[in-house]
């Protein structure tokens, strides 16, 4: 039985060809990345959390980080704050004490409600980029694969059609 040679040049010249989208998908997934970690900063910035470049850089490193903050931040609710002076419930959204008017020092006071309204509108968007981009990532990856796998399997093919028994 007659061996073939193994086509490593054309291999190796394949593997070559396909490093673009290899090269596209990864600035692609980092770009996710960083959408994804300015999404969660604006949403902490809106919510006035003092960690908010934190949570950002967790979740630029491991996305699973800003999930599981997107999605407890979506199911908390609002904290209940009390008047320092008369005791009385403030209710959420407002800024001083309806019976008493003194001001409420909670973290998300100190920020103007068009700063927080800014904030949750960048969040927004920065959000559908994000999955925009996720989507195109996941495309693209799959379409690269799937293409290096034909060119696999017809190199293949070649290669055991070769053998002379």
């Not at 960690?51 to 967790?58: D, G, K, S, Y």
């Not at 009385?88 to 003194?102: E, K, R, S």
């Amino acid at each position: 039985m007659d061996m073939v040679e193994p086509p490593v040049d054309e291999i190796f010249s394949m593997i070559m060809d396909m490093m673009g989208g290899f090269l596209a998908i990864s600035v692609l997934g980092l770009a996710a990345s960083l959408l994804l970690a300015f999404c969660v900063y604006y949403d902490a910035k809106a919510r006035g959390n003092n960690n908010a470049v934190v949570w950002a850089i967790l979740s630029g490193f491991f996305n699973f980080v800003a999930l599981i903050y997107i999605i407890v931040q979506a199911v908390s609710k609002p904290k209940t704050v009390y008047c320092m002076r008369c005791g009385n419930i403030v209710p959420p959204g407002f800024y001083a004490c309806p019976v008493c008017n003194t001001p409420v020092m909670s973290a998300t006071a100190a920020l103007a409600p068009e700063q927080i309204a800014q904030y949750k509108k960048i969040r927004l968007i920065l959000f559908i980029v994000w999955i925009v981009v996720y989507v195109i990532t996941m495309i693209v990856s799959m379409m690269i694969m799937m293409e290096f796998m034909s060119k696999i399997f017809a190199m293949a093919s070649e290669y055991s059609s070769g053998f002379v028994m």
